[in-house]
């Protein structure tokens, strides 16, 4: 199969990983998470490429990437912002941050920024109940409490760079 | 090694996280530094504490003293005072506690809070209060004593016996008798079984098997080695949710280090038991916390259930009998064991013996997670532990068992909590999720917030399920815009009974709950909707306005600048006024609103509501 140029790296370490563990059984959901860590998501040639590298149909691989909702078939923007709608950040109101994000971002929820920036994910209990309702930005930056006027300052923070920029 | 004075815990649960905890344990590490002390104390994050609404949160050992809702500042602060001086930091202990200031008196942490002093932590015994990536200091609070015990002095029925005679039943919802499937498992022949930890925790507003698994990792490899000496297996996995990549991560560590011991692996403990630990990771399907939906997405498939029986513990994974248990089954294993089923027994009921962890949330004070032995009645859980409303506001209802249970009316809060005594009420104890509701929140809307989630998850193998939830979910969401009839409300009973009877999975099965609950106790909430054109909670937008009480505004101009619309009009030091077709009901007005000029109102004022 031709590979991208720039993809070469990438690929190299994903054969790495799969020489790693290919022995073990039903191995495939741990291959695809790490393609997903590599890639930033499951795009169809890397489907096709670990369907190959396992020796399975690429109807298969293709089954469970979108069983799950954990594997993203479409990029994702730069700042991914997940949104908890957990029954406690639910019960305090994050339906309304959820709209005050889409709405500010003019975005649909999973659906990428004009300009790759941003993408809203829904997320359910970030185990951060006690802060309800909670947001997440990227896999760090949490932000309790949010209330949808917070909005608009959280979104600006990212447009100069990140939180504390 | 150096030599420590000190450790410095840290709650690096979610709550603390969100609350700043990451500034506060750089704060520690920097000024530790500055004074050269960072190589004789340890600054160490542990899972979830228990007190989130008090985060960030740190406990200074071998004193044990709490602090609560730290600053960078105040980390400052506990080295050069507490630290270095031994001097106790009197702002930033728990409340309560300040009367005592210097260290001989020792102010001790856990005993003497409210919060804590009911509290009965065998699950979660040592979260918090160790290091949870040490296997030493697991070991020195008598951790892989109790499987030594079992290995050395215990043949697998007698332990099958202890565990049978606890009483234990399954913590992660259904509560069958955890020694009854091992004792299925052991009398299965077999050359290969399998054990599987369930760490999928998927009821959104539960974290407790993360917190025992951030906090206690080791306590999950022990019980899983002794429930494989049990029932005869040399594998384990550990099914974990993605989500929870701490957990991960401190779980790999401690089956390396348990390996290194001698804990996990060939001939352990020298007999001819040899066991060992694998993690899989979920990728984000609620469904596959389901255990033969489990199995499946072990095996690399799409994890869809499938029809029992013949039940784990006869086909499992790979075909092999296998016997699947929850993190805090688990993790109540050791002690168990090593204390024996009486002891066990002194705790909780004769039908619900020992403890069970609850996640408090919502609309209460103390939010967070506590042990609690069984039978506390939800009154003592809601208001002696929980401390109530935040706001003193009534409390109207308690939902428990998220997605698959129900709602229980401030009227039956004397209840007992136990397994059957929920059942009774249409509620279940499910993974320990209690969200509190106050009376601002809509029966109707909790039941489609459920729906939905149901939705979302269904697998999609059955109709029932994935055609039936759907129907549900339109209905409810009907009823919340102001379409719904009376027809639709009978409708919607009729529907929930029939996925209840014919899905294949629990999900299936439990999914009309959260509606048939609420329409129990909260049906005239229903029927206020459908008749009167009114949402009583004053939460669904259809039955609503805001409005301005031109008596107490000012004219401050504060909600028209906060309006995203402009649905605001007024001038400066003039009555301002709502325009309620541009009006889009996000209720940012009434929060910046200083002088209580601004309130909801149902049913709405405007024509623009459809009915
Ligand atoms: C839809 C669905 C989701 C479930 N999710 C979980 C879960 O997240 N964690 C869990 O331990 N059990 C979950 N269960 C229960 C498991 O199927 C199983 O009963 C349990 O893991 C057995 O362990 P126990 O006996 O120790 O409770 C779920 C069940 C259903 C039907
Ligand atoms: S009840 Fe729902 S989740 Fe369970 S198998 Fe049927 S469709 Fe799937
Ligand atoms: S509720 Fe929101 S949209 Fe309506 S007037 Fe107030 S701020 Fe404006
Ligand atoms: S429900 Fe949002 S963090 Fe738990
Ligand atoms: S997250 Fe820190 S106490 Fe719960």
């Known amino acids: 199969m031709a590979v991208c140029e720039t993809h070469k790296e990438l690929y190299k370490e994903l054969d790495e990983f799969i020489e790693k563990v290919k022995d073990k059984p039903g191995i495939l959901i741990a291959v695809l998470h790490k393609a997903q860590e590599i890639f930033g998501w499951l795009p169809q040639e890397v489907q096709e490429y670990i369907a190959e590298k396992l020796g399975l149909p690429v109807s298969e691989v293709h089954g469970v990437v979108t069983f799950y909702n954990f594997f993203a078939t479409k990029p994702k923007g730069k700042n991914q912002i997940k949104i908890c709608l957990g029954t406690a950040c639910y019960v305090k109101g994050a339906d309304r941050v959820m709209e005050r994000f889409l709405e500010e971002l003019g975005v649909q929820a999973e659906e990428v920024t004009p300009d790759g920036l941003f993408s809203v994910h829904p997320v359910r209990c970030l185990g951060a109940c006690s802060m309800a309702p909670v947001v997440l930005v990227g896999e760090k930056d949490f932000y309790g409490k949010v209330t949808p006027d917070m909005v608009s300052k959280i979104i600006a923070a990212y447009r100069r760079g990140g939180r504390n920029e | ?611």
Request: with cysteine.
């Open chain 2, 1 to 611: 090694m150096a030599l420590t004075t000190n450790t410095i815990l840290i709650c690096a649960g979610g709550g603390c996280i969100s609350a700043g905890e990451e500034s506060v344990k750089q704060a520690f590490e920097r000024k530790l530094k500055e004074f050269g002390l960072d190589t004789v104390v340890k600054v160490v994050e542990t899972g979830c504490m228990g007190a989130c609404s008090l985060g960030p949160l740190a406990v200074i050992y071998p004193d044990g003293v709490y602090y609560q809702k730290l600053t960078p500042k105040a980390a400052e602060k506990i080295v050069e005072e507490h630290i270095l001086k031994g001097r106790v930091v009197p702002e930033f202990l728990f409340e309560g506690e300040k009367e005592k200031l210097t260290l001989k008196e020792k102010p001790r942490g856990a005993e003497e809070i409210p919060f804590f002093a009911r509290q009965v932590k065998i699950a979660l015994r040592n979260v918090g209060i160790i290091d949870p990536m040490s296997i030493e200091e697991y070991i020195a609070r008598d951790g892989y004593f109790a499987l030594h015990k079992a290995l050395t002095q215990m043949t697998p029925e007698e332990v099958i016996k202890e565990i049978k005679e606890s009483g234990l039943r399954g913590r992660g919802g259904a509560g069958f008798p955890t020694g009854l499937k091992w004792e299925l498992a052991r009398q299965q022949q077999s050359d290969v079984k399998y054990m599987i930890c369930n760490a999928d925790e998927g009821d959104p507003g539960a974290f407790m098997d993360r917190s025992i698994l951030e906090g206690d990792p080791h306590s999950i490899v022990e019980a899983m080695t002794i429930a494989g000496y049990a029932i005869g297996a040399k594998q384990g996995f550990v099914y974990v949710r993605a989500e929870y990549p701490l957990a991960i991560e401190r779980l790999q560590k401690a089956i390396e280090d348990a390996h290194a011991y001698g804990f996990l692996g060939e001939n352990i403990f020298g007999t001819d038991f040899s066991f060992d630990i694998e993690i899989r990771i979920g990728a984000g399907a609620f469904v596959c916390g389901e255990e033969t939906a489990l199995m499946h997405s072990i095996e690399g498939k799409r994890g869809q259930p499938r029809v029992k029986p013949p039940f784990p513990v006869q086909k499992g994974l790979w075909g092999k009998p296998t016997v699947i248990n929850n993190v805090e089954t688990l993790a109540l294993v050791p002690p168990i064991i090593l204390r024996g089923a009486s002891w066990f027994r002194q705790f909780g009921t004769e039908k619900s013996p020992g403890t069970k962890v609850f996640a408090l949330a919502g609309k209460i004070k103390n939010t967070g997670l506590v042990e609690v032995p069984m039978g506390i009645t939800l009154r003592e859980l809601l208001y002696e532990i929980g401390g109530g409303h935040p706001q003193g506001k009534q409390i109207k209802a308690v939902q428990t068992g998220g997605p698959s249970g129900g709602v229980i009316p401030a009227e039956y809060f004397d209840t007992p909590v136990d397994y059957e005594s929920l059942g009774k009420l249409g509620a279940i104890m499910g993974s320990g999720g209690m969200i509190v509701l106050d009376e601002d929140d809509c029966m109707v809307d909790v039941a489609k917030f459920f729906l939905e989630f149901t939705v979302d998850e269904s697998c999609g193998k059955c109709t029932p399920c994935r055609e039936g939830t759907k129907v549900m979910y339109d209905i409810l969401d009907k009823i919340t815009k102001g379409e719904g009839t009376m027809e639709d409300i009978e409708k919607l009973e009729k529907l929930a009974l029939v996925i209840k009877d014919s899905s294949l999975c629990g999900l299936g099965q439990t999914a009309p709950n959260p509606v048939l609950s609420t329409l129990k106790y909260y049906r005239h909430e229903y029927e206020a909707h459908v008749k009167d054109g009114v949402c009583p909670a004053k939460r669904c937008k259809a039955f609503i306005s805001y409005v301005i009480d031109a008596e107490k505004c000012v004219g401050c101009t504060a909600c028209a600048r906060v309006c995203p619309t402009n649905a605001i009009h007024g001038e400066v030091r003039k009555v301002h006024e709502i325009d309620q077709d541009a009006c889009v009901r996000c209720g940012s007005c009434i929060e910046v609103c200083r002088f209580g000029a601004i309130s909801k109102v149902t049913p709405a004022v405007s024509s623009t509501v459809a009915k």
